[in-house]
């Protein structure tokens, strides 16, 4: 009788045959119906249009950046030109030929000299971002209080009059003078404690950025910059990271969500085709994960347990691969890695889908009315599927309803989202470079000896012509014998057209250098003659090769840097509770100034500090500002200008213990450290005494809200 019994489909076990009895296809599928009974597995159905959708979307985006519209060949090449490998079409071609393979790789160089100054101002000492306080902050209410009773109290002291003074009545124009004075003055007190507090939250920003590999990222970004079409910058996500706290001498290994940061391969990110900015493009970023990473989101929020649950049964076994792409094979080659058709490793790709979707499809897939009051609207949402299981939907988190993928490049093109990078800019050059120097090579192992012709006929049967060394002695025939009158051995040498070739290798080497804009003195290579025959004239050539940069740091600022500092602040604020940030702040990118200014900036500030080194300079500028001189050229030479120089509060401090000094031995209070003009502790002959300054009320520290004169022209103690 045969077993008609029905098995239910289990992936293969890879080298291994799975045999099972019938008892055990009998158990498994009662083991198969209790878990649909006890729902462990999920009804794909209701799935099915929000997964159908991505899955179209997916697949079109493939669709058209494998066509010859598309930049997968483009991202192919700029990658073998890094690597240094020729096109298998051109490799077979040259093999064919049986020439030699050599690869001049000028575009490495060219890529490699770009990341190194692009470096140089993202990831150096100073900072290529800041924080801009507003132009006119909010005066605070304790403030404004303030200004009123102090003008009340003036024009009530104005108005009972001093003894034997007739009281005045308050002038209108004084009152409204003295309150625009007050104003002026709380208004700059706002605008200095706004920009202390602003200086105070870069510092907290700078310490997320680091702890969220903002600056790692960056620094592979700049690498993908002039070695790709695109350079992509993911973030700020949220991640769980694994962090330890010692208490004592005991580590404690705690796992701590931080904002995230990570360079995206060009390979891996697909949109929308037909947009021309990538604000309004959908995105599909894919992942490789494995069963560890699956089994870690088990029980999270927001996740479905049940699909982890179906996909680790489904594929935890032999992975998945279904989503790959025409670049994968190719790209793993260079990149050494394990061709994932292959995947021998059991990863399991991951689809994550960045965009808009239909309130209909949301409702369907399981979204409640509260949080999709219109089904008909569109919704910013982010979504990963596997196969055909979505582990997780949620809502874009963004105010902006942004993607958190930042795209960018080294030459754009208005009106596309991808731009060129070296490889592109410099391609013709590269094949031409490299057909020079294969023809010098050929040629020089050609030409390196002489060729030999021997006449066969006239060889003694025992020689063998296929051996040639030193002193070899040749036995021939008698040419009477062998019937032939030309010699039996001949030379001649090969003309050598190396020097020729050579010249023109360097004449299409330093067209390269003008076109990509990258001179190869950047790498160390000296210039030759002209300007780099000096220091000073190879720092000139320097200086104008770092300003050709100025768009390419521009596109960063614009397209990378701002836009994940903003959404940064976005999220900072919305959970933060120091009040440091007030949501007025603006981000500014800094790499264009950096790039230009940074050089010129230290120099023009030594100058500055020389220049201002006199007594009337010293006399305008005060303590105060010589301090900020010497804070800015310290920092500038890289040494910490608040260990050197005094803070405000210091200085203010010690120039107030000088006029109380002053006061208790009887002379009139100067400024510390500015000098006094010739004769001015001498007084004139018959010139009244000037009056000594007054003690302040409080402590050294405290500011004036303004000037010290009332509405009178009287002074007015305390104020």
């Not at 150096?124 to 102090?150: K, N």
């Amino acid at each position: 009788m045969v077993d008609t019994t029905v098995v239910p489909f289990q992936p293969p076990t890879p080298g291994f045959v799975r045999t099972m009895s019938n008892a055990q296809i009998d158990a498994a599928e009662a083991q198969h119906l209790e878990a649909q009974r006890n729902a462990i597995l999920p009804d794909t159905t209701q799935f099915q249009g929000l997964a159908g959708y991505i899955r179209q979307q997916w697949d079109m985006m493939v669709r058209h950046r494998n066509t010859q519209a598309g930049w997968s060949d483009r991202l192919l090449s700029c990658m073998r030109a890094m690597q240094g490998q020729y096109d298998p079409t051109k490799l077979a071609e040259i093999r064919k030929f049986g020439g030699s393979e050599v690869y001049a790789r000028i575009t490495a160089a060219k890529c490699r000299g770009a990341t190194s100054l692009l470096r140089d101002v993202y990831l150096g000492a100073d900072r290529a971002w800041g924080l801009q306080e507003p132009d006119d902050p909010v005066i605070p209410d304790d403030a404004l209080q303030s200004i009123e009773q102090l003008v009340t109290l003036e024009v009530q002291s104005a108005a009972m009059g001093a003894p034997g003074v007739p009281p005045e009545p308050p002038n209108p124009d004084l009152i409204q003078k003295r309150v625009f004075q007050l104003m002026q003055a709380a208004r700059e007190a706002a605008k200095k404690h706004a920009h202390e507090q602003t200086l105070i939250a870069e510092d907290k920003i700078n310490e997320i950025l680091v702890q969220g590999n903002f600056y790692n990222a960056l620094g592979e970004v700049l690498i993908d910059v002039p070695s790709f079409p695109f350079a992509c910058l993911k973030g700020p996500t949220v991640r769980m990271t694994t962090d330890i706290e010692w208490r004592g001498q005991q580590a404690i290994p705690t796992m701590k969500p931080r904002l995230w940061w990570e360079r995206i391969s060009p390979f891996d990110v697909w949109w929308t085709p037909g947009v021309s900015n990538l604000d309004s493009a959908e995105f599909i970023h894919r992942l490789r994960v494995t069963r560890t990473d699956l089994n870690d989101l088990i029980g999270l929020p927001g996740y479905n347990e049940a699909n982890i649950r179906a996909v680790l049964d489904q594929y935890g076994r032999g992975g998945i691969t279904e989503n790959w792409d025409s670049t994968d094979a190719s790209r793993s080659v260079m990149e050494n890695r394990e061709n994932p058709v292959m995947n021998l490793s059991y990863m399991i790709t991951t689809l994550e889908f960045h965009g808009n979707v239909q309130g209909r499809m949301l409702l369907e897939y399981g979204f409640t009315p509260e949080q999709i009051p219109d089904p008909l609207r569109d919704y910013a949402v982010q979504a990963w599927l596997i196969g055909q299981y979505l582990i997780k939907v949620q809502l874009s988190p963004s105010l902006r309803r942004r993607k958190p993928f930042n795209c960018t490049s080294f030459e754009k093109q208005p009106g596309s989202p991808i731009g060129n990078g070296i490889p592109d800019i410099i391609s013709d050059m590269q094949e031409v470079c490299n057909a020079t120097l294969r023809a010098v090579v050929n040629n020089l192992s050609i030409s390196s000896g002489p060729q030999v012709v021997i006449n066969e006929d006239r060889l003694a049967g025992q020689e063998n012509s296929d051996e040639l060394y030193p002193w070899k002695r040749w036995r021939t025939i008698n040419p009477t014998v062998s019937g032939s009158t030309e010699p039996a051995v001949s030379f001649f040498q090969p003309q050598s057209n190396s020097q020729e070739l050579l010249g023109v290798f360097n004449a299409f080497y330093g067209l390269a250098d003008d076109t990509s804009a990258i001179p190869k003195y950047l790498s160390g290579n000296s210039p030759g003659g002209g300007a780099g025959r000096t220091a000073s004239g190879l720092a000139m050539l320097m200086g104008n090769a770092s300003k050709i940069l100025q768009t390419v740091c521009a596109n960063i600022d614009e397209d990378i840097v701002n836009p994940s500092l903003r959404e940064l602040l976005d999220i900072t604020l919305l959970t933060d509770t120091s009040g440091l940030l007030t949501g007025q702040e603006e981000v500014v990118p800094k790499g264009v100034a950096v790039a230009v200014q940074r050089e010129t900036l230290r120099q023009r500030q030594l100058e500055f500090l020389q220049l201002t080194a006199n007594p009337i300079d010293m006399q305008i500028m005060g303590p105060k500002g010589r301090a900020t001189v010497l804070r800015a050229v310290s920092k500038g030479i890289g040494l910490e200008g608040d260990e050197i120089v005094p803070s405000t509060d210091e200085i203010e401090a010690q120039q107030e213990m000088a006029k109380q000094l002053a006061m208790m031995q009887g002379m009139p209070g100067t400024n510390m450290g500015a000098p006094q003009e010739p004769g001015a502790g001498q007084k004139a002959a018959g010139a009244p005494p000037k009056a000594s300054p007054q003690p302040a009320q409080g402590p050294a520290t405290s500011k004036s809200m303004g000037p010290t004169t009332n509405l009178m022209g009287r002074r007015v103690a305390g104020v």
